[in-house]
Nanobody, 116 residues
Framework: QVQLVESGGGLVQPGGSLRLSCAAS????????MSWYRQAPGKERELVADIARIGGSTNYADSVKGRFTISRDNAKNTVYLQMNSLKPEDTAVYYC?????????WGQGTQVTVSS
């Protein structure tokens, strides 16, 4: 059974930082590209960042470049999202995604709220 379990969300003030984690089980983690998506109320889910399965090639949404960093530890079956200089517009539910051809898995999401 495939499980992706996100953690690390919460309430933070503008300018603050959070680190999200996504622990995978039931998959050969190193075979999957991993991504973080987010969905704010009333908006579509959007890609925040992704990381290749091997080699660490990354991509970021323009809105988070220079503030967020995605990384992965294949030995721990975990992908991370370090979020710095958070803004109110970063408020959303953040989802972890594991992808390879013909297979696509989602976590249950973790809420991030940026507010003073």
């Amino acid at each position: 059974q495939v499980q992706l379990v996100e953690s690390g969300g919460g309430l933070v003030q503008p300018g603050g930082s959070l680190r999200l984690s996504c622990a995978a089980s039931g998959v050969t983690f190193s075979m999957y590209a991993m991504s973080w998506y987010r969905q704010a109320p009333g908006k579509e889910r959007e890609l925040v960042a992704d990381i290749a399965r091997i080699g660490g090639s990354t991509n970021y949404a323009d809105s988070v470049k220079g503030r967020f960093t995605i990384s992965r530890d294949n030995a721990k079956n975990t992908v991370y999202l370090q979020m710095n200089s958070l803004k109110p517009e970063d408020t959303a539910v953040y989802y972890c995604n594991a992808w390879k051809p013909k297979l696509n898995y989602w976590g249950q999401g973790t809420q991030v709220t940026v507010s003073s």
